[in-house]
């Protein structure tokens, strides 16, 4: 059926899973600033239409409907039902998206390094904006974010299970609350939480590392 067929549904979107971005064609179809922008309002706002999410990333309804149209034909939004044209509220199919940094096919690893980017400046920049900005938040807001930088020597697979025992630690907890407003206690804020583990220097040609892949060679997983 075609994107812009009339198709209401009945029920909340099953946002209890990820969403995995297997093809370098799918990557492309979300690295786009317009498309992860309209991904975040979403997320954070819930069902909306075209004109509802162009206000809040500062786009034009014709531009966030037709971007919109473009993400459903992929699968990553869908008609949340009621309305008609533009006044058609669109939601989320999933709570977040995980796709591999390395692949054996050249083009879909290069597409994933340019979502990864884009993810990233993103984020950085949210970063900046705290930086810039917490002066103006309550003294208990500022004391309780923070940042905190390590160095600890692992091999990959231990650094591979580190980073599951983190999500598994993080997300249980919190999850369905992004998901239920009615879960979140009345003081409770979006906070973005962002965990980079990564090696600062190559480890010895040919060594071949216990339960992970052999030196020099790039380890999957790269989740948002």
């Given amino acids: 059926m075609s994107v812009d067929d009339e198709r209401p549904t009945a029920g909340p979107a099953p946002l209890d899973t990820v969403r995995?971005?297997?093809?370098?064609?799918?990557?492309r179809a979300?690295?786009?600033?317009?498309?992860?922008?309209?991904?975040?309002?979403?997320?954070?706002?819930?069902?909306?239409?075209?004109?509802?999410?162009?206000?809040?990333?500062?786009?034009?309804?014709?531009?966030?409907?037709?971007?919109?149209?473009?993400?459903?034909?992929?699968g990553f939004v869908e008609e949340a039902?009621?309305?008609?044209?533009?006044?058609?509220?669109?939601?989320?199919t999933s709570v977040g998206m995980q796709f591999a940094t390395a692949h054996d096919d050249p083009e879909t690893e290069v597409a994933a390094a340019a979502l990864v980017r884009m993810l990233r400046e993103r984020q950085f920049a949210r970063y900046r904006t705290w930086l810039e900005t917490n002066k103006n938040f309550p003294r208990q807001w500022r004391d309780a974010a923070g940042s905190s930088e390590?160095?600890?020597?692992?091999?990959?697979?231990?650094?591979?299970?580190?980073?599951?025992?983190?999500?598994?630690?993080?997300?249980?907890?919190f999850r369905e609350r992004l998901t239920d407003p009615a879960l979140r206690p009345p003081a409770a804020v979006p906070v973005e939480f962002l965990m980079l583990a990564y090696p600062i220097s190559l480890?010895?040609?040919?060594?071949?590392?216990?339960?992970?892949?052999?030196?020099?060679?790039?380890?999957?997983?790269?989740p948002s």
Wanted: glycine share 12%; proline share 9%; charged share 20%.
């Fill in 20 to 27: 995995e971005l297997p093809d370098s064609r799918t990557l």
């Fill in 30 to 74: 979300l690295t786009h600033p317009v498309r992860i922008a309209l991904i975040e309002a979403l997320l954070l706002g819930g069902a909306m239409t075209a004109t509802e999410v162009g206000e809040r990333i500062g786009e034009s309804p014709t531009t966030c409907s037709f971007h919109l149209r473009q993400l459903a034909k992929y």
């Fill in 81 to 92: 039902g009621g309305g008609k044209g533009r006044s058609r509220p669109w939601r989320l």
């Fill in 150 to 173: 390590t160095i600890i020597y692992l091999t990959a697979g231990e650094l591979e299970d580190l980073n599951h025992e983190l999500l598994a630690l993080l997300l249980p907890r």
């Fill in 203 to 222: 480890p010895p040609p040919g060594d071949a590392q216990p339960g992970g892949t052999a030196a020099g060679e790039p380890a999957d997983g790269e």
